[in-house]
Structure formats: C-alpha cells, structure tokens
C-alpha cells in the first residue's frame, strides 16, 4: 500500500504561478509510474501530467509549455509546477502512483487550485 497526500494548492490571480507537491509514504517510490489529474466541477477527471519511472515525461495539450512535473524519488515526492496559471485550470488536483507488474494505482486526497483575480 502507498498513501499519497497532495499539497501545495491554493487560490492565485490569472497569471501567476504554483507549486503542488504530493509525497508518498509506505512504498519504494521509485517502482512507480507517477501522474497528475484534476477535475474542475461538473467535468470528469483528466490526465494533466505523466511521468514514468524512467523520467519519460508526458502532458496535456492544454499545459503544455506552462506546467511542468519532475520527481525526487529520495524525498518520495512528486511535484507539478505550474506558471502563467488560467481561470480553466481551477480545479481539483489529484497525484497518482501506479505499479505496473500488477496494475495497482493510488490516489491521494486532492488539493483545490483556484485561479481567479
């Protein structure tokens, strides 16, 4: 088992920028595929950044140039800094953890992002 707290979110003007973390206890964080999700209200939850155990890293079209997810596999910590922040990026936003030999995933508990002047 591998639990997941998220932290970081908060309320930030059109423009400005944040940093999530999400650490992860319980687990050799290394052998896991890590993610970002958020889910804005009314919408379903959408994939908004990858990266693999590797370091391979995938993101949204949507974020693509203004987010950016990295790992530090010694502080069992995974992060998603986010820059020039949009009123469509208010959101819940989710990590996940997932173990590829056997298809196990874990989700943290969120964090609210707003962004809004």
């Known amino acids: 088992q591998v639990q997941l707290v998220e932290s970081g979110g908060g309320l930030v003007q059109p423009g400005g920028s944040l940093r999530l973390s999400c650490t992860a206890s319980?687990?050799?964080?290394?052998?896991?595929?890590l993610a970002w999700y958020r889910q804005a209200p009314g919408k379903q939850r959408e994939l908004v950044a990858t990266?693999?155990?590797?370091?391979?890293?995938n993101y949204a079209d949507s974020v693509k140039g203004r987010f950016a997810i990295s790992r530090d596999n010694a502080k069992n910590t995974l992060y998603l800094q986010m820059n020039s922040l949009k009123p469509e990026d208010t959101a819940v936003y989710y990590c996940?953890?997932?173990?590829?030999?056997?298809?196990?995933?874990?989700w943290g508990q969120g964090t609210q992002v707003t962004v809004s002047s």
């Open positions: 990266i693999s155990r590797g370091g391979s890293i």
């Open positions: 319980g687990t050799i964080f290394s052998i896991y595929a």
């Open positions: 996940n953890a997932h173990r590829p030999f056997d298809e196990y995933d874990s």
